[in-house]
């Protein structure tokens, strides 16, 4: 087992590894900004470097400088987190070639998943159901004529390393398809640096549902069910829960069977997520495999009773994965707490946070990094904490949910309370009734 990690990140992400490390008697290493010094994952790490000044550029994505708080200190693995450098290929190179074990996928594998084509006719190989599209890229404007005609509008014309809701366009016509040909890979081009387009037929008004994957380094894969993440707002998860309320036992199966498919076509090792668009007929499709510890693992842990990062940590020490079969019993959501004025078109809201009381109580739990007197600084994402509620029902965690969200005061910035709370009381988020078009006309009341 690994003596020392770094953490190659910060927040409530970079302090939750830090406790998991510490429970398997792993030695900890923080890298910091700057703009950091007064968080609680330097705090708490054994040690800490500071490897930069606050722009994440010359920090927490400052290859060199990671690299050389790794040498300095001496660990033999590094956990990149969520975001920054967990899904960059060059880094996890880096490290191989430095002899520091990359806690997260291989570079290949992180190329092979980035490429969003690549990864879809990989799966499509494989047996995983997708989208109906074209078979890779296309390469010429009537290229992509003529395969609209075959796919029939509505279609979607996406970038190859498209992410995060760039780069794509929903095309109804001939027309918009010349227009979206020019305009979206201008976008694609100056997002990404690379426009190569790919195109599907478009879903109307799916659901984002994911299942989560273990593999270990023996060939063994688990998939550890669902987690709905359709309440999104452009692209941002706001709540996430397991089960979907939109789930069927049928369903389930015939989903985490094509999510194992998936993990062990490409010899998955760690744990991963493949994302499914779900239609309303309970048609599922592969849209992307992210190669990382997500934002919302959390209520997988709840309703499984497992440490994902622990899993993470000991899969890639070479242990076997065992006992992960997994039937849902319990219901866990989590609310994502960002430092954002919701009735101020979601304007960031960093700043000091003058008081700051936790709820708490049986089956609540809150990931953060913030405390009273902390102050938010404006370089970063603005998550601030993550309310996670399980219970034995959907109804009870709901209801645990509305009574924490009450309960929870954070002065001194704006939060997404507010709208968790109005959400959580809607009538059809309540009867399980949404899609990722939900938020489009949602509507807050002052
Ligand atoms: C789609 C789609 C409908 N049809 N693809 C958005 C992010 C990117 N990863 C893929 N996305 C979508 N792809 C087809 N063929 C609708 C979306 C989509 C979406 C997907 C998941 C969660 C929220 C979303 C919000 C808008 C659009």
Same mark, same amino acid.
């Given at each position: 087992?690994?003596?020392?990690?770094?953490?190659?990140?910060?927040?409530?992400?970079?302090?939750?590894?830090?406790?998991?490390?510490?429970?398997?008697?792993?030695?900890?290493?923080?890298? #910091?900004?700057?703009?950091?010094?007064?968080?609680?994952?330097?705090?708490?790490?054994?040690?800490?470097?500071?490897?930069?000044?606050?722009?994440?550029?010359?920090?927490?994505?400052?290859?060199?400088?990671?690299?050389?708080?790794?040498?300095?200190?001496?660990?033999?693995?590094?956990?990149?987190? #969520?975001?920054?450098?967990?899904?960059?290929?060059?880094?996890?190179?880096?490290?191989?070639?430095?002899?520091?074990?990359?806690?997260?996928?291989?570079?290949?594998?992180?190329?092979?998943?980035?490429?969003?084509?690549?990864?879809?006719?990989?799966?499509?190989?494989?047996?995983?159901?997708?989208?109906?599209?074209?078979?890779?890229?296309?390469?010429?404007?009537?290229?992509?004529?003529?395969?609209?005609?075959?796919?029939? #509008?509505?279609?979607?014309?996406?970038?190859?390393?498209?992410?995060?809701?760039?780069?794509?366009?929903?095309?109804?016509?001939?027309?918009?398809?010349?227009?979206?040909?020019?305009?979206?890979?201008?976008?694609?081009?100056?997002?990404?640096?690379?426009?190569?387009?790919?195109?599907?037929?478009?879903?109307?008004?799916?659901?984002?549902?994911?299942?989560?994957?273990?593999?270990?380094?023996?060939?063994?894969?688990?998939?550890?069910? &669902?987690?709905?993440?359709?309440?999104?707002?452009?692209?941002?998860?706001?709540?996430?829960?397991?089960?979907?309320?939109?789930?069927?036992?049928?369903?389930?199966?015939?989903?985490?069977?094509?999510?194992?498919?998936?993990?062990?076509?490409?010899?998955?090792?760690?744990?991963?997520?493949?994302?499914?668009?779900?239609?309303?007929?309970?048609?599922?499709?592969?849209?992307?495999?992210?190669?990382?510890?997500?934002?919302?693992?959390?209520?997988? &842990?709840?309703?499984?009773?497992?440490?994902?990062?622990? &899993?993470?940590?000991?899969?890639?020490?070479?242990?076997?994965?065992?006992?992960?079969? #997994?039937?849902?019993?319990?219901?866990?959501?989590?609310?994502?707490?960002?430092?954002?004025?919701?009735?101020?078109?979601? @304007?960031?809201?960093?700043?000091?946070?003058?008081?700051?009381?936790?709820?708490?109580?049986?089956?609540? @739990?809150?990931?953060?990094?913030?405390?009273?007197?902390?102050?938010?600084?404006?370089?970063?994402?603005?998550?601030?904490?993550?309310?996670?509620?399980?219970?034995?029902?959907?109804?009870?965690?709901?209801?645990?949910?509305?009574?924490?969200?009450?309960?929870?005061?954070? &002065?001194?910035?704006?939060?997404?309370?507010?709208?968790?709370?109005?959400?959580?009381?809607?009538?059809?988020?309540?009867?399980?009734?949404?899609?990722?078009?939900?938020?489009?006309?949602?509507?807050?009341?002052?």
């Amino acid at each position: 087992m690994f003596k020392k990690i770094l953490i190659a990140n910060r927040g409530e992400i970079a302090l939750r590894i830090i406790r998991t490390c510490h429970e398997m008697g792993i030695k900890t290493v923080a890298v #910091y900004s700057k703009a950091d010094e007064e968080s609680l994952h330097v705090r708490f790490a054994d040690e800490a470097v500071c490897i930069g000044p606050a722009s994440s550029t010359d920090s927490y994505l400052h290859i060199p400088a990671i690299i050389a708080a790794a040498e300095i200190t001496n660990v033999d693995a590094i956990h990149p987190g #969520y975001g920054f450098l967990s899904e960059n290929a060059k880094f996890s190179k880096i490290c191989e070639e430095n002899g520091i074990k990359f806690i997260g996928a291989s570079p290949d594998m992180i190329s092979k998943m980035g490429d969003k084509a690549t990864a879809i006719k990989t799966m499509k190989k494989a047996g995983v159901p997708t989208v109906p599209g074209t078979d890779g890229i296309v390469s010429s404007f009537e290229d992509a004529k003529k395969a609209a005609k075959k796919i029939k #509008y509505p279609i979607m014309l996406k970038a190859t390393a498209g992410g995060g809701g760039k780069g794509m366009k929903v095309c109804n016509s001939d027309k918009d398809l010349k227009e979206a040909w020019k305009t979206t890979r201008r976008e694609a081009k100056a997002a990404f640096g690379n426009d190569d387009m790919y195109m599907e037929k478009f879903i109307v008004d799916p659901r984002h549902i994911e299942i989560q994957i273990v593999g270990d380094s023996h060939g063994n894969y688990c998939h550890l069910s &669902e987690r709905d993440c359709s309440i999104q707002r452009r692209h941002q998860k706001l709540v996430e829960e397991t089960p979907s309320p939109f789930m069927t036992d049928k369903l389930r199966k015939a989903m985490g069977d094509a999510a194992v498919k998936a993990a062990s076509a490409v010899k998955y090792e760690g744990v991963g997520t493949v994302e499914f668009l779900v239609d309303k007929d309970r048609n599922f499709y592969f849209m992307e495999m992210n190669t990382r510890l997500q934002v919302e693992h959390t209520i997988t &842990e709840e309703v499984i009773d497992h440490d994902l990062v622990q &899993e993470q940590i000991k899969v890639a020490a070479g242990i076997k994965i065992s006992g992960m079969d #997994y039937f849902p019993t319990k219901h866990s959501i989590q609310c994502r707490i960002n430092a954002e004025d919701p009735f101020n078109d979601w @304007r960031p809201s960093p700043g000091k946070i003058t008081t700051y009381h936790a709820p708490g109580g049986h089956g609540v @739990r809150i990931d953060t990094h913030v405390y009273s007197g902390y102050t938010i600084p404006p370089h970063y994402d603005s998550m601030i904490a993550k309310l996670i509620t399980v219970a034995q029902t959907r109804e009870e965690a709901i209801s645990k949910m509305l009574r924490a969200l009450n309960e929870y005061i954070i &002065e001194g910035v704006k939060t997404t309370i507010p709208f968790h709370i109005q959400l959580l009381n809607n009538e059809d988020f309540r009867a399980g009734n949404f899609n990722t078009g939900f938020l489009d006309d949602f509507e807050l009341k002052e």
